[in-house]
């Protein structure tokens, strides 16, 4: 409830401040397909944009930090996310991942956190596709970081656009390494 609720809002607001524009939406599975939704990460709007861009009910991992304010914590379960420690190898939070991408779509940032560049990326997203053979749906990101810049200081209105794609050409015979650098490769493409 709460999460239709705040993706109905998440609409709005995406669509008349930001002028929202989404390429590729035949790209997802059927709805009752789980899937690994990997996306690039430009600003903390990031995971609002790909809850409108998505007709899924996404789940989310996120880093453990934004779970210290205990209201923002309710909130972000609420609708689906659990936290992650980047700092060290979650075994927890891998866990829960496959446990969830058994029957729901999980959304994962392969970069980390937010970052402009892909030099750096986790190879969880290659981890996750050998051990369930989800489908992967990429994102691409455009203009997010403008509309609500890192720094949080200043809202401005302004165009985001995601364009989606479907990840085809990855086996689970390929090691997670390389799995995780084709995936960022057909994020960068888009």
Request: net charge positive; aromatic share 10%; hydrophobic share 45%.
């Amino acid at each position: 409830m709460v999460y239709r609720l705040v993706k109905f809002l998440s609409f709005v607001v995406c669509k008349f401040l930001f002028r929202i524009e989404i390429e590729g939406r035949d790209c997802f599975p059927s709805e009752n397909t789980p899937f690994i939704f990997a996306s690039n990460h430009i600003s903390y709007l990031d995971p609002v944009v790909l809850a409108v861009a998505s007709p899924h009910h996404l789940r989310w991992v996120a880093k453990k930090e934004l779970f210290r304010n205990k209201l923002f914590a309710l909130l972000i379960k609420s609708l689906g996310a659990f936290s992650i420690d980047r700092e060290v190898a979650d075994i927890g939070a891998l866990k829960r991942s496959l446990r969830i991408l058994k029957k729901e779509p999980l959304v994962i940032f392969p970069q980390g956190g937010i970052a402009q560049s892909y030099d750096a990326y986790k190879g969880g997203v290659g981890f996750l596709y050998k051990k369930t053979g989800a489908p992967i749906v990429v994102a691409k990101i455009y203009g997010s970081d403008h509309v609500l810049p890192k720094e949080l200081n200043r809202l401005r209105l302004g165009k985001v656009k995601v364009i989606l794609a479907r990840v085809t050409e990855i086996s689970k015979d390929q090691d997670s390494e390389e799995i995780a650098t084709k995936v960022v490769d057909k994020i960068k493409s888009l």
